[in-house]
């Protein structure tokens, strides 16, 4: 499980960020125990979602842990890029919650291979690359680089959606409820441990205060079966980012508060480089609402 050299995927993620655009965002749920303790405690969590340890079938009536990760999507319209789109939006009419994460950008094709390389014409049109059902000893050569993202979440929605049985598309998806970092870490630069953990590190403070910090080796899933995961719901497109999940020690933002976010990358050629993001957070227009 081994990146490219850096000279090979040096000009995609060049690429990724000066689009200042990305694709849709592959994000991983109850990816740290200790979140999905605290999300059981808010009644809102169900069995860890570990990987399965034997093959054998569960003794009857055991509670089973989930043998795939929780995944879920946001689309592009919720990126709030750092230093280009402002403030973050609080909706007026919601619980906003904070949740930090390991940002991956994701790439179709084996970083090896030059941007475009299998786009093919199809009826008179280009159609992009795309890669779909990754092994797991692949996965890395799918990784361009990592950065700094936040999951904002409107968690009263999301609460109320799990009690009624209901999809939380509206909780997860809203405009600015993705903020990412406008720069990253080329992956050949950041350490893998055996394990398929990146040696990467995520705190969130608000006001000051430190509420949230995690790492890599916390993971439940290791990167190379998050990728491969999730390229076998959905292929995965140029651009695309992957969240890896959130630590511990969410909580709300309001009007008027600061926050702010670091990854720090712990071993590998870029050992101590450090990515930031700070936002004021300003009151929003109310969301899922019907206006006349």
């Known amino acids: 499980m081994l990146y490219p050299p850096p000279a ?6 060049a690429a990724f960020l000066t689009a200042g655009r990305a694709s849709k ?21 169900g069995a860890a979602p570990r990987p399965p340890t034997t093959t054998s079938p569960p003794a009857a009536g055991k509670a089973t842990a989930a043998a795939t990760p929780t995944l879920f999507l946001k689309p592009s319209s919720s990126y ?17 919650h904070h949740e930090v994460e390991v940002g991956v950008i994701l790439a179709p094709l084996p970083v090896t291979a030059p ?19 990754i092994r797991k000893a692949d996965a890395l050569a799918h990784v361009v680089g990592y950065t700094l993202a ?16 209901k999809p939380w598309a509206a909780a997860k998806c809203g405009d600015g409820y993705l903020p990412l970092a406008a720069e990253a870490v080329s992956a050949a630069e950041v350490a ?46 140029e651009n695309d980012v992957l969240l890896t999940g ?31 993001m700070a936002f004021d957070c300003v009151e929003g227009e109310p969301v899922g609402v019907i206006r006349e």
């Open 115 to 133: 941007a475009g390389a299998s786009d093919d014409i199809v009826g008179g049109r280009r159609r992009a690359a795309t890669a779909a059902h």
């Open 192 to 237: 893998v441990d055996a394990s398929g953990r990146p040696a990467l590190e995520v705190v969130c403070s608000v006001n000051g205060v430190e509420r949230q910090r995690g790492c890599g080796g916390q993971w439940i899933w290791d990167l190379p079966s998050l990728v491969s995961y999730a390229s076998s719901v959905c292929a995965v497109e």
């Open 246 to 276: 959130t630590p511990a020690g969410v909580g709300p933002v309001v009007p008027g508060d600061h926050i702010e976010a670091v990854l720090r990358v712990t071993a590998g050629a870029a050992e101590g480089r450090e990515l930031k």
């Open 150 to 165: 936040l999951d904002m979440t409107a968690r009263d929605v999301q609460a109320a959606a799990k009690r009624g049985g």
């Open 25 to 45: 965002a592959y994000c991983i749920g109850l990816n740290y125990s200790a979140h999905v303790s605290e999300m059981r405690a808010m009644g809102m969590g």
């Open 80 to 96: 709030h890029w750092h230093g280009v789109d402002g403030p973050l939006r609080v909706p007026a009419n919601v619980e906003l």
């Open 8 to 13: 090979t995927i040096a000009a995609r993620l």
